[in-house]
């Protein structure tokens, strides 16, 4: 987890490393949390991607509130996310 300022663009980024179980388990979350695209667009950006087990998640925004609204409402969902795998269980190939 990291917050920094780009210095090409002086927007503030927020970077998030989720891991999980199974490379399976990240590419569920991946699924289940890209839908949610973020209202302000121009103003903050979202981008998700999986490299083996683990949910990366990079924000870059203008203001530090539009941040930390974005962020806390996608650790919301995240939690949610793996409750529901963890009360389901692992996921299973059909």
Not at 1 to 16: D, Y
Not at 52 to 66: K, N, P, Q
Not at 70 to 75: A, D
């Given at each position: 987890?990291?917050?920094?300022?780009?210095?090409?663009?002086?927007?503030?980024?927020?970077?998030?490393d989720?891991?999980?179980?199974?490379s399976?388990?990240?590419?569920?979350?991946?699924?289940?949390?890209?839908?949610?695209?973020e209202?302000?667009?121009?103003?903050?950006?979202?981008?998700?991607?999986?490299?083996?087990?683990?949910?990366?998640?990079?924000?870059?925004?203008?203001?530090?509130?539009?941040?930390r609204?974005?962020?806390?409402?996608?650790?919301?969902?995240?939690?949610?996310?793996?409750?529901?795998?963890?009360?389901?269980?692992?996921?299973?190939?059909?």
């Open positions: 987890m990291a917050t920094e300022t780009n210095q090409e663009t002086g927007k503030l980024e927020f970077i998030l989720v891991p999980f179980p199974s399976r388990e990240a590419t569920v979350a991946l699924r289940s949390l890209s839908p949610d695209r209202p302000r667009r121009g103003v903050i950006s979202k981008r998700l991607s999986v490299s083996g087990s683990t949910l990366s998640v990079r924000w870059s925004a203008d203001e530090a509130r539009i941040l609204v974005s962020v806390n409402s996608f650790l919301d969902h995240l939690s949610l996310v793996v409750e529901t795998m963890e009360l389901f269980g692992p996921p299973v190939d059909l």
